[in-house]
């Protein structure tokens, strides 16, 4: 196996620093695409991963799994992209292929999933490193097309943020006649305002604060609900077909499932922390509501997105940061401050 | 408006016992049609309701939701039954009729809809009383056509038990590749068997107790999960596509979100009580898994279920009783001593 070593961005310890590091890509086997990284998204499962919250990190982890580059090689087996190509990689870098989810277009939800970054490289027998790095090596079937006329620093995050409230609002079926309501206004709460009115639907925003109204309208909600108002919750009982909630922490989900019409449905995205919420099941019974989860997408569904996100000229609002700049945005992330998405512009790292 | 004066069964007080009372029935009006009832079904929402269990019961009562009779009269623009007709009445006999639940029709959802006891007669200006009673008269919309090859006894349960576990059923696409489990077998569970194998499902049941395999079996289960076997429960990991919960008290809804296949939902169809589950929301995000509610159904696929088991000649297990004994039957079946419903030979009240 042919092994190129690179420079990456990492970490070695849970309490320590990200930094400089080397790591080693493979060479392309029959199927790869080597990909010259120009952008790369800053999502929150990164910090997560980097300190090790959800105790699963193996070190040293290289994070970064909304990549957008530059095809600079490809094997000989490759018939989707050639050198020069805009490309795209997202959560994922393979699966198992073979089971059902992997057969219906949800690699996501194969248990063999390979993380872009944490994961388990067959080649290299090491950890996936993502994407905080000059290139990167993946199979072609996990490689997407980058539409050419989107800016290609604001598309990065639609690799996360978008898909993961893309596909729930596709698979609840969200379109011009639909009532959707978004929790909470960070990198992906933006994105799913964004798609949801894109599709046509009306979208409203619930938050905590009542200064995220302007910014909310000009990402395309119809209204604003202030969860924290109790009338304000009150007359918004029954209105929502699908509630996307983005919220990464702890919260009651029984007040949004109230404003959920008939047959609605709360779909939650984001990780709740290790405390469980109450649910309390007389309105699901009373409503035919239900309550689920959804994880990222699959590769079909994110180049259905991407693609969507050309057509309608659709990205991220990001702020672009140098490499070397991501232990502050780290920390402003946990501030929330941020408008919606730190993208790492890759020349920072090869300068 | 013409009153009639009938013989019924009900209470006057929350810690009293049921006996014979006297009721008023309205005199059929243009669109109503007057039933004889033959057989009524216990519910145990009727024993919640007699004694007040959920704090809303105004007195007296007279329960029975689950009401099979004939025609004795109908009112003069009456289009759909003519006297000597097999008719059925279940949960609710009136609803706004324009809401747009009622335009879908789910008039189970519709906010004003009426119940068939303890709702609001218009008519009368009373609460309305349900089957266990000589005669009751009810709207053509909410009366429902029997099918003649049926035991007229085995199907009065089917107007709850049987359309409580149908409507989620049919919501949820069961069909002939479909893996469904049934949580509990009481009246509710031992319904929801025989509906899901009818339509072609794979169908197991989820019991604590070894002693119910044989039963379950003989119903159509294709397959028993003794719940509290820790073993068998990660057997089961990942394999349904929709689980029916029919247990009517407090329990912990996780370990069956974790046999749901991708995109499988848990249907709560029973009453858990006060205290709400702790309900982890990591499983249903990493299968796109959903906990979802459901209320009995709609006068349409009510209809549609009478017809469905006519032709599969499908009926309730059940015990007859006489009106007298409903005291006892009561406490038999708040110790679930009862395979799988009483029902009350109405015979028994006239006499």
Not at 3 to 9: D, E, F, L, S
Not at 40 to 66: I, K
Not at 118 to 145: C, M, P, Q, R, W
Not at 158 to 179: E, F, M, Q, Y
Request: glycine letters at 10%.
């Amino acid at each position: 196996m042919d092994v190129k070593n690179i420079r990456a961005y990492g970490t070695v310890a849970a309490d320590a620093d990200l930094k400089q590091l080397e790591i080693n890509r493979r060479g392309v086997t029959a199927k790869d695409v080597e990909i010259d990284i120009l952008y790369c998204g800053v999502c929150h499962s990164d910090l997560h991963f980097a300190r090790n919250d959800w105790g699963m990190t193996q070190y040293p982890v290289v994070p970064g799994h909304e990549i957008v580059g530059k095809v600079l090689k490809v094997g000989d087996d490759v018939n989707q992209y050639k050198v020069g190509d805009l490309v795209a990689v997202g959560c994922l870098v393979d699966s198992c292929r073979s089971c059902a989810n992997c057969k219906n277009d949800l690699e996501q939800y194969c248990p063999e999933w390979v993380g872009t970054y944490g994961g388990y490289d067959k080649h290299l027998e090491t950890n996936t490193h993502g994407g905080y790095s000059e290139t990167i090596v993946v199979d072609e079937a996990f490689v997407l097309s980058v539409p050419e006329n989107l800016d290609l620093a604001g598309i990065a995050p639609v690799l996360c943020a978008g898909i993961t409230t893309w596909s729930p609002l596709r698979h609840w079926n969200v379109g011009k006649d639909s009532k959707v309501a978004v929790v909470g206004l960070g990198g992906l709460g933006h994105m799913a305002i964004k798609l949801a009115d894109a599709l046509g639907a009306h979208v409203t925003l619930f938050s905590r604060s009542t200064n995220k109204i302007d910014d909310a309208k000009a990402l395309g909600a119809d209204e604003i609900i202030i969860s924290t108002d109790e009338s304000q919750m009150q007359s918004a009982m029954g209105r929502f077909d699908v509630i996307i909630d983005t919220v990464p922490y702890e919260h009651d989900l029984n007040p949004y499932v109230g404003t959920l019409n008939t047959n609605g449905t709360l779909v939650v995205v984001g990780y709740l922390g290790p405390l469980d919420p109450m649910l309390v099941t007389v309105p699901l019974i009373m409503g035919r509501k239900s309550v689920a989860g959804s994880l990222i997408g699959g590769i079909a569904e994110t180049q259905e997105l991407l693609d969507f996100c050309g057509e309608h000229n659709i990205t991220s609002d990001i702020e672009v940061i140098n490499m070397q700049d991501i232990n502050t945005a780290y920390e402003r992330m946990l501030k929330s401050d941020v408008k919606y998405r730190f993208v790492i512009d890759m020349k920072s790292l090869k300068s």
